[in-house]
């Protein structure tokens, strides 16, 4: 038998060899699979070269990103706000680059979308004013920017509601909104207020806060606020008239660059009312409107060209230039076409009032009736009056009382819920038509009621007609008030308010008396 430590695997017969154990323990190679041939040591070089160079490349980009992730962004494309805030002020201004309104939304709208409040504010007021004007989209744009606590957005926003032009109109939300704006110590918002609180215009009237407030404006510098106050004590709309007290107001304003207080002081100083009658001031303060005009109008509103034009046309404030008016009331009276196409309203009555006046355009008033007709059909409750008075006298067309009837009517009722909130201009026009019996039957004790409201608010409109109608329809104690209220208009300027005095004082006995202010009315311009 075989030693206890023979190999078990030695065949038999096979000299014996004694099994080394550390030998035995050691694997060896498989009997099944060939051995591996070695990797050359280049090879194993050149391999390991390349894993260390693409571990190098996605470090560097790891720390690209890391780089990228730290570090603020620069440009627009890469987020920064302040970026696309100063590329969109250049193509808006045409800095640098061709102006282009359309590019600048873009930009300001990338920005505001980065959370850019004062960019939202900007996109409002790029969308509101000028080529594209967009009023929901700028309304939107605005409403983003005083949520995100831009107040002077707040009013803006105000000012598109109130004014109504391409959206809805909603005076009582523009009130709120200038509140929110004033009590944030924004002037603008608290001249805006002002005139809503002076008008009744979605707020409760409240004449001696609106006095309050544009004061205040004007002492901060405000320019529309001091043309405001001026325009408050030269109609005696809120507070006692006083010319003296008004002009230097308006003169304030003319400097701070409002065209409408520039041309007003002109008219005043050329007519010689409520101011020394003097050319030479007159022709400097049309030149002023003219100057303040012509930006206004190169960023495409229509009330700035119109009145530049007119100026221009006249030979008002420096040398005549029919022309440029021609140009200006051409491009205006497209404008005008172009909204009018879009969106009928505003458009539509201020292209009809060119083609009545003759401005830039041929006289057509048939156009200006259709043109109104439109306008009426889109809700503009004021120009249905104005197209029913057209129907009625027969100016331009062919009279046709029964055509006018029902545009009255609805002017009628549709004045009805702003007046009752407080809209002062609204039951001015209530009234004229209850005491003329337009619309519906005459009610002259419903007008009267209307007059003495707007009278109580300081609105001389309201005294002029409430005279009138007292001396006509009321009792005779209120015969010396009717008269009263009526001279106090004329004083006021309200050549209307003149010529009826004037009318009632026609007997022998006061003769001399209604020509003085027949007179009066005429030098002022009433045709009466």
């Not at 983003?144 to 109130?162: F, P, T």
């Not at 404030?317 to 076409?337: C, F, H, K, Q, T």
């Amino acid at each position: 038998s075989a030693p206890f430590f023979a190999s078990p695997s030695t065949p038999p017969g096979a000299p014996h060899r004694p099994v080394d154990p550390v030998a035995a323990t050691r694997p060896g190679p498989s009997v099944l699979l060939p051995a591996p041939t070695p990797t050359p040591p280049r090879r194993r070089g050149r391999v390991a070269a390349l894993v260390v160079l693409l571990l190098l490349c996605v470090v560097a980009v790891a720390a690209r990103v890391a780089w990228r992730n730290l570090r603020a962004p620069t440009t627009c494309e890469e987020g920064a706000a302040a970026a696309c805030v100063a590329a969109a002020e250049r193509y808006a201004v045409g800095q640098g680059v061709a102006a282009d309104p359309a590019r600048a939304a873009q930009l300001f709208e990338r920005a505001c979308d980065l959370h850019d409040a004062a960019a939202c504010a900007r996109l409002g007021d790029v969308l509101a004013r000028g080529r594209g004007r967009d009023a929901n989209r700028a309304a939107a744009a605005y409403q983003r920017a005083c949520d995100a606590g831009r107040l002077e957005a707040c009013a803006s926003l105000g000012r598109l509601l109130a004014d109504g032009r391409g959206i809805a109109r909603d005076r009582v939300r523009a009130a709120r909104l200038f509140q929110k704006a004033c009590d944030g110590h924004v002037v603008d918002g608290c001249v805006r207020l002002a005139v809503a609180l002076r008008q009744g215009a979605g707020a409760v009237t409240n004449r001696p806060q609106s006095v309050r407030l544009l004061t205040q404006a004007c002492r901060d510098n405000n320019p529309e606020g001091c043309m405001e106050l001026g325009l408050t004590y030269l109609r005696g709309v809120g507070a006692a008239i006083d010319p003296v007290r008004a002009l230097p107001l308006l003169e304030r304003a003319c400097m701070g660059g409002i065209g409408e207080a520039c041309r007003t002081l002109g008219e005043r100083h050329e007519q010689g009312r409520g101011a020394a009658q003097d050319a030479a001031r007159a022709s400097d303060f049309y030149r002023r409107a003219r100057d303040a005009w012509r930006p206004e109008c190169t960023a495409r509103r229509a009330a700035a060209c119109l009145g530049l034009a007119d100026l221009l046309a006249a030979g008002r404030g420096g040398a005549a230039d029919v022309p440029g008016a021609a140009g200006l009331y051409r491009w205006v009276s497209d404008l005008y076409g172009e909204r009018c196409d879009r969106r009928g309203g505003s458009g539509c009555a201020g292209l009809a009032a060119m083609y009545e006046r003759g401005q830039g355009v041929a006289v057509d008033l048939q156009r200006a009736s259709s043109l109104r007709e439109r306008a009426c059909e889109g809700g503009d409750s004021e120009v249905c009056v104005t197209l029913g008075d057209t129907y009625r006298s027969g100016r331009g067309v062919a009279a046709d009382p029964e055509r006018a009837a029902p545009l009255y009517a609805r002017a009628r009722s549709a004045f009805v819920e702003p007046c009752g909130q407080g809209d002062l201009a609204r039951c001015v026009a209530l009234g004229d038509l209850l005491r003329d019996g337009l619309g519906g039957p005459p009610n002259p004790a419903h007008a009267i009621e209307q007059y003495r409201r707007v009278c109580a608010a300081g609105e001389q409109r309201g005294c002029e007609r409430l005279g009138g109608l007292l001396l006509r329809e009321g009792p005779q104690h209120d015969a010396a008030r009717g008269t009263s209220l009526l001279q106090s208009a004329c004083d006021a300027d309200d050549t209307d308010a003149c010529v009826d005095l004037g009318r009632r004082r026609s007997d022998a006995q006061n003769a001399a008396g209604a020509v003085a202010l027949f007179q009066r009315a005429c030098d002022h311009g009433n045709g009466q």
